[in-house]
């Protein structure tokens, strides 16, 4: 099963930017840079890499899980760190808030009280707990999901496959799909498709080997697997440090 997005690729047009960002304002680690990359640690489990680009920078959009107990503290120090804030949203069991990096990208921490806050140890100011949600822009909504459906098995979670968004998720992973002619929220925000790689995470060396088999599977010279759908490349990597069992343990609905 896949269990968690391991790593984002996201482009930018500074990395010293990023690192004001990430690192200075919001808390993050950096684990490399160089004068055009830089990686940053999210949680033990995931990474961002943002590599410089000549070219503009069509926005992605991603979501932090942070723990529902705390997340007035966290609301209360992205308004002291200074980046921009985009608007709230708030249920009776759910808390968001939005705001942008340097380069635009659209970041929201959300945060559910179903969520069982004592199974990942948070070791950043903002509590993230994973990463939630990967903002897909897409042309064809229900070819799109039923390729995610096909390949990664996951469960529909939010919108309906012949609409213009919806949210299908399998373990702590949420492919959010966007359609070009949907703005994102809260903001309006016209919907782009971003440069992004996306690399996902298994402990499953058996599903490696069924991802292997598949016609649209494609293989590096070192081995790795990719995956490509209406232009986004998807890394499938296998990470058996990441307990196949915790996203049940998080009372994660309809988890299989």
Same mark, same amino acid.
């Given at each position: 099963m896949i269990t968690h997005f391991a790593e984002i690729h996201l482009q930018t047009l500074s990395p010293i930017g990023v690192r004001q960002v990430y690192h200075e304002a919001l808390g993050f680690s950096v684990i490399s840079q160089t004068d055009n990359d830089i990686r940053i640690a999210i949680t033990p489990h995931t990474v961002f890499q943002f590599t410089r680009t000549q070219e503009p920078v069509r926005p992605a959009h991603l979501a932090f899980e942070v723990r529902h107990s705390t997340f007035h503290k966290t609301a209360d120090l992205l308004a002291c760190s200074h980046v921009p804030l985009c608007g709230d949203l708030e249920t009776e069991s759910t808390h968001q808030r939005y705001f942008k990096d340097g380069d635009?990208?659209?970041?929201?921490?959300?945060s559910h009280g179903y969520v069982g806050e004592d199974i990942l140890a948070t070791d950043n100011p903002l509590g993230v707990l994973y990463v939630r949600e990967v903002g897909f822009v897409? *042309?064809?909504?229900? $070819?799109?999901?039923?390729?995610?459906?096909?390949?990664?098995?996951?469960?529909?979670?939010?919108?309906?496959? *012949?609409?213009?968004? $919806?949210?299908?998720?399998?373990?702590?992973t949420h492919f959010v799909l966007n359609h070009t002619t949907r703005r994102w929220i809260p903001i309006a925000s016209t919907a782009l498709k971003p440069q992004m790689r996306v690399t996902l995470g298994t402990p499953s060396l058996n599903d490696i080997a069924e991802l292997r088999k598949r016609p649209d599977c494609i293989q590096s010279k070192d081995g790795s697997l990719f995956l490509q759908q209406e232009g986004y490349l998807i890394h499938v990597r296998y990470t058996p440090d990441f307990d196949a069992g915790i996203p049940e343990r998080l009372r994660l609905p309809h988890v299989r």
């Amino acid at each position: 099963m896949i269990t968690h997005f391991a790593e984002i690729h996201l482009q930018t047009l500074s990395p010293i930017g990023v690192r004001q960002v990430y690192h200075e304002a919001l808390g993050f680690s950096v684990i490399s840079q160089t004068d055009n990359d830089i990686r940053i640690a999210i949680t033990p489990h995931t990474v961002f890499q943002f590599t410089r680009t000549q070219e503009p920078v069509r926005p992605a959009h991603l979501a932090f899980e942070v723990r529902h107990s705390t997340f007035h503290k966290t609301a209360d120090l992205l308004a002291c760190s200074h980046v921009p804030l985009c608007g709230d949203l708030e249920t009776e069991s759910t808390h968001q808030r939005y705001f942008k990096d340097g380069d635009g990208n659209l970041l929201e921490v959300y945060s559910h009280g179903y969520v069982g806050e004592d199974i990942l140890a948070t070791d950043n100011p903002l509590g993230v707990l994973y990463v939630r949600e990967v903002g897909f822009v897409v *042309e064809d909504v229900m $070819g799109f999901w039923d390729w995610l459906a096909d390949t990664f098995d996951t469960i529909q979670t939010k919108g309906k496959r *012949e609409g213009l968004f $919806g949210i299908l998720s399998v373990g702590t992973t949420h492919f959010v799909l966007n359609h070009t002619t949907r703005r994102w929220i809260p903001i309006a925000s016209t919907a782009l498709k971003p440069q992004m790689r996306v690399t996902l995470g298994t402990p499953s060396l058996n599903d490696i080997a069924e991802l292997r088999k598949r016609p649209d599977c494609i293989q590096s010279k070192d081995g790795s697997l990719f995956l490509q759908q209406e232009g986004y490349l998807i890394h499938v990597r296998y990470t058996p440090d990441f307990d196949a069992g915790i996203p049940e343990r998080l009372r994660l609905p309809h988890v299989r």
